[in-house]
T-cell receptor
Framework: AQTVTQSQPEMSVQEAETVTLSCTYD???????LFWYKQPPSRQMILVIR??????QNATENRFSVNFQKAAKSFSLKISDSQLGDAAMYFC?????????FGTGTRLTIIP | DAGVIQSPRHEVTEMGQEVTLRCKPI?????LFWYRQTMMRGLELLIY????????DSGMPEDRFSAKMPNASFSTLKIQPSEPRDSAVYFC??????????????FGPGTRLLVL
């Protein structure tokens, strides 16, 4: 069975600083996708960034970037220049075919 | 461009009542997903449809749950009879899947269900 592990239930970071959220996954597949979703207090699930497993280059979206280590099955999210609006639950997710499997989430607090 | 639309946003009902949750996927998307989020179990996939056909319903907890997709722009998730342990946030998501290429799933705002 595919599993996604987020070992940090909570993280905090000073505004304008950089924070890295960890995620590891377990799969025997070679063709899959990885995602980070953000869930603010409104409960809306918002896509932050995605990574195709066949791409070696790490995905980047503005202040958000990933460190994808396929051999280690690791997919961490780096948030640069943290802003108050980044405060949310962050979920790492793995997708094979149509099915998304989510981690348990990391609650990120931004300290003003 | 409208995102995934879910209704109602909040539902409070009494145990034993029927509950119907509704979803309108993003226009042009051909895959639709129903998820449930609880504190205990996190986010779980209940069922998903491709081209209006249920593909995998292994996540549906029991026979009290049923889902339909009568056309490409509408889906329902029904719970009958409802129980307090069904209280959760239910998300609908949609994506455009073509062959082996599966695009990102976009989530609706969710329906917060409370069964008393």
């Amino acid at each position: 069975a595919q599993t996604v592990t987020q070992s940090q239930p909570e993280m905090s970071v000073q505004e304008a600083e950089t924070v890295t959220l960890s995620c590891t996954y377990d799969t025997s597949e070679s063709d899959y996708y990885l995602f980070w979703y953000k869930q603010p207090p409104s409960r809306q699930m918002i896509l932050v960034i995605r990574q195709e497993a066949y791409k070696q280059q790490n995905a980047t979206e503005n202040r958000f970037s990933v460190n994808f280590q396929k051999a280690a099955k690791s997919f961490s999210l780096k948030i640069s220049d943290s802003q108050l609006g980044d405060a949310a639950m962050y979920f790492c997710a793995y997708r094979i075919n149509e099915k998304l499997t989510f981690g348990t989430g990391t609650r990120l607090t931004i300290i003003p | 461009d409208a995102g995934v639309i879910q209704s109602p946003r909040h539902e409070v009902t009494e145990m034993g009542q029927e509950v119907t949750l509704r979803c309108k996927p993003i226009s042009g998307h051909n895959s639709l997903f129903w998820y449930r989020q609880t504190m205990m179990r996190g986010l779980e996939l209940l069922i998903y449809f491709n081209n209006n056909v249920p593909i995998d319903d292994s996540g549906m907890p029991e026979d009290r749950f049923s889902a339909k997709m009568p056309n490409a722009s509408f889906s329902t998730l029904k719970i009958q009879p409802s129980e307090p342990r069904d209280s959760a946030v239910y998300f609908c998501a949609s994506s455009l899947g073509v062959g082996r290429i599966r695009e990102t799933q976009y989530f609706g705002p969710g329906t917060r269900l409370l069964v008393l």
